[in-house]
């Protein structure tokens, strides 16, 4: 007898196996499907026009929200290198998540005329717009076919010019800036007589190679990494700039020698340029912003004239929230002066667990940049930032994670090394104690400083005014001599109305956006003395259908005693006595240190019904109630760590949310379902996972195995070796074998979103479908962690739906 060598018996058993389950693991044959007619409507709806106003708030674009775009723009060519995603035909952002307006009107608010803008081509492709910063011009971005052209729109008649040909180069971001004389912009463009990009050689010279010789780097999973030596030679291509001044005629200068230019800062009196530039050696792991760089400043020929400094490759961060690079960071000119640098530098030496005096300390280097820094105030906390006021007066806004502790302290910026003021100590979880931010003005170098008022004894507030009743926005004016705040205005129920500018500080007056639950919003020019009302704007409702919703902010306990709080949206038309309805609830968990802060209200029952794609309440025109934004918070506080009891907090948030609406007789406990995007996914798998709440959940660009994600997530800092429990207890992956309720998996093939890479999905759904759980997964080609091309949106919205009708609406 002849003897079977043992692997074939293994092959063909595993042959045969493979052709008996085919039939049940084989792909779908679908084409892209439409959702219900009442959902699709919706979505197609034209949106409302947005408004950009001017820096002196005389004038505003209305700008036309575009359709949404079809699956043909998002399969153009796409470069995926060191965490940048490139179109190579344009030399600029790929299509994928690029908004492109297409047309755009200016509004004069005294008179509340438009003046339509003439000369753009018919098919223009219009992004980044800008305002001089005298408001006279706009210039924004025309992506064509072949390129990026930069445009300018002269205000006062609307007339629209070509200023460039399509060279912009848009790789690393916006390729332009004013200049504070708002007659020149300074660009960065592509390489005039460039040759053609590099060819990849298909037969590699050898292997890639990585190495560590006992240095700790520890790196969160970034995507869209550089690969091999062929992306290196793309990301050098595509990436080299040529920095040029053009005027508002269209003249065009060079300026300085080309490079891995990342970005310009000019100087408030257009002298000098700070420049940021990446430099080699690359990395596999780590995205171009972690790069080398060289931070130089030159002056406004493109002569070098320092180098500020040399930027080694930040391998060496620790996970934490805390945590800052090494040496001078944060380069930017103060707002106040001509041309003074400051910077802020790590004085932990990027240890957040070190005990120091001072986090961070600021230097300041005025023009030429000849003499030594100078030394000025110390932070308690990171450095977050500066608000620059008249030369007499800054704020330093500083905080810390760990603590949630939120500050600001005055400083003189003339005398920087003089002890700071605390104006604010707070923290930042606390919205109801939240001053607000202090308003900003322009001065005469188009740079924001801070507004005074009462001859500079005084600064304006603004806020979102959160509370108990919801977010009531507000303006206040704050006292420099002695602290106190006296309340300007307030909004009223039923009323949400939000500051948007001051448009005269003496007369009081300012731009809002005023809305309400059932009313549209619209532009007003309110008058804070008079408390008069001026709509500059006429906007419709644009969902008829949906305008006699009823919006509910309800408020509820967990078993514990945190105070929760969520929108609860009922049908048109539902009457209690229609019996409980089925419930689609859509989340996003957040970790907080306090139960105080937990419980607070995070909105205001008076807003406007929003509508997206993405939006739950969609599901209204098909007799389900929404509850929109349930608080799902998980609570660490003193020591402990929110994540070491997450599952459990997660539970008893839904428990809670499920025997409100029960306790409301509007939902069934039966017909209960959960849905989220991103964090919400996980939490979405996690509560399938974990409990019975649930008759169904809907999980969009998740992830569900948090050892993929060793080095932190979220919130989280500790790695997996420094809590492998919770790590392992957070993975619903790894309780694929409990998961007794149907689940539909939904992610973007092109997600490139730290930490939600598709194989989480993928995996996921192989692990739950191993273990006999009722699962659909469904990945959209092209797409990336959100969703953009109207084809697979809708397909999403089919999904969903049919899931929902099959194991919610109807379930047996």
């Known amino acids: 007898m002849k003897r079977i060598p043992v692997f074939s018996k293994f092959l063909g058993l595993a042959l045969l196996t493979l052709f008996m389950v085919m039939p049940l693991v084989a792909q779908e044959d679908i084409t892209y ?9 919706l979505v197609d709806t034209p949106r409302n026009p947005g408004l950009m106003i001017s820096p002196d708030s005389k004038f505003a674009l209305v700008v036309e929200i575009p359709s949404l775009p079809s699956i043909k723009e998002l399969a153009q060519p796409e470069l995926k290198l060191a965490g940048l995603r490139i179109n190579p035909a344009t030399n600029g952002p790929s299509a994928l998540g690029t908004t492109y307006f297409k047309k755009i009107k200016i509004k004069n608010l005294s008179t509340l005329n438009e003046i339509p803008i003439t000369g753009l081509p018919e098919d223009a492709q219009i992004t980044d717009m800008t305002f001089s910063p005298d408001s006279q011009k706009v210039a924004f ?64 010279k050898g292997p890639v190679v990585q190495s560590n010789e006992g240095k700790v780097s520890p790196v969160r999973t970034f995507p869209d990494m550089l690969t091999c030596k062929y992306d290196e030679e793309l990301f050098i291509y595509y990436g080299t700039s040529q920095m040029m001044i053009v005027d508002i005629n269209g003249q065009q200068k060079n300026v300085g020698k080309p490079g891995l230019i990342e970005y310009v800062n000019p100087s408030p009196n257009a002298a000098y340029f700070m420049v940021s530039i990446v430099k080699q050696p690359f990395s596999y792991i780590y995205p171009a912003e972690m790069f080398p760089h060289s931070y130089e400043i030159w002056d406004i020929e493109g002569n070098f004239v320092k180098q500020l400094f040399d930027m080694p490759m930040m391998d060496y961060l620790p996970i934490s929230n805390d945590a800052a690079p090494r040496g001078p960071r944060n380069f930017s000119w103060r707002a106040d002066a001509p041309a003074v640098l400051y910077w802020a530098e790590t004085q932990d030496n990027s240890d957040p667990t070190k005990e120091v005096e001072f986090r961070d300390k600021i230097f300041f280097l005025e023009a030429p940049f000849t003499g030594q820094p100078k030394e000025g105030p110390g932070t308690k906390y990171r450095y977050y930032g500066i608000q620059w006021g008249n030369g007499k007066m ?35 979880e606390d919205r109801y104690s939240d001053p607000g931010r202090f308003i900003s003005t322009l001065n005469q170098y188009g740079r924001s400083v801070l507004l005074t008022v009462d001859n500079g004894k005084s600064l304006m507030l603004m806020g979102r005014g959160s509370s108990p009743e919801g977010d009531r926005p507000f303006i206040d004016k704050y006292s420099l001599e002695t602290g106190k705040i006296i309340r300007l205005w307030r909004s009223e129920a039923p009323y949400y109305e939000n500051p948007m500018a001051v448009i005269d500080p003496v007369k009081q007056l300012v731009i809002t956006s005023r809305e309400g639950a059932k009313i549209q919003p619209n532009y007003y020019i309110r008058d804070l003395k008079s408390k008069k009302l001026k709509q500059i704007t006429f906007f419709p409702h644009p969902y008829p259908a949906l305008k006699d919703v009823e919006k509910q902010l309800i408020k509820y306990k967990r078993p514990d005693g945190v105070e929760l709080s969520g929108n609860l949206y009922l049908p048109v038309g539902y009457k209690k006595t229609d019996g409980p309805l089925p419930v689609l609830m859509w989340a996003y968990p957040a970790e907080f240190k306090t139960k105080s802060a937990a419980g607070q209200v995070s909105d205001s029952p008076y807003r406007f019904i929003r509508i997206s794609w993405a939006s739950p309440i969609l599901w209204l025109t098909r007799g389900y109630a929404i509850f929109d934004n349930p608080a799902m918070p998980i609570i660490g506080e003193g020591k402990q760590e929110p994540n070491d009891t997450y599952i459990e907090q997660l539970v008893a948030d839904a428990q809670a949310a499920i025997d409100k609406l029960v306790e409301m007789g509007v939902g069934d406990k039966n017909r209960m379902s959960i849905g989220g995007h991103s964090y919400g996914a996980f939490m979405t798998a996690n509560l399938l996972a974990h409990s019975r709440l649930f008759a169904a959940g809907v999980a969009r660009s998740g992830a569900y195995n948090r050892t993929l994600t060793p080095f932190g997530f979220q919130a989280e800092e500790r790695d997996l070796w420094q809590a492998p429990d919770t790590y392992v207890k957070m993975s619903p992956f790894m309780y694929a074998d409990k998961v007794q309720d149907a689940l539909l998996l939904i992610h973007g093939q092109n997600d490139n979103n730290t930490g939600t890479f598709p194989i989480q999905s993928e995996r996921f759904f192989q692990a739950l479908k191993g273990k006999g759980a009722t699962t659909r997964l469904v990945m959209l080609p092209f797409e990336s962690h959100g969703y953009y091309a109207r084809e697979s949106i809708m397909h999403v919205l089919w999904e969903t739906d049919t899931w929902l009708e099959k194991y919610v609406k109807n379930k047996k």
């Open 394 to 428: 800054a704020f330093i806004r500083q905080g810390w994670w760990k603590t949630r502790k939120n500050r600001t302290d005055l400083f003189q910026p003339d005398s920087p090394a003089t002890p700071t003021k605390v104006i604010f100590d707070l923290s930042s």
């Open 33 to 41: 499907q439409m959702p219900p007619k009442e959902i699709a409507d």
């Open 141 to 204: 971005a025309n992506t064509r076919e072949n390129g990026i052209e930069l445009w300018c729109v002269n205000v006062a008649d609307g007339k629209a010019v070509k200023l460039t040909e399509p060279i912009l180069n848009s790789v690393s971001g916006s390729a332009f800036e004013w200049l504070s004389d708002s007659k020149r912009l300074v660009c960065l463009s592509i390489l005039k007589d460039r040759p053609k990009a590099p060819v990849k050689d298909l037969t590699p």
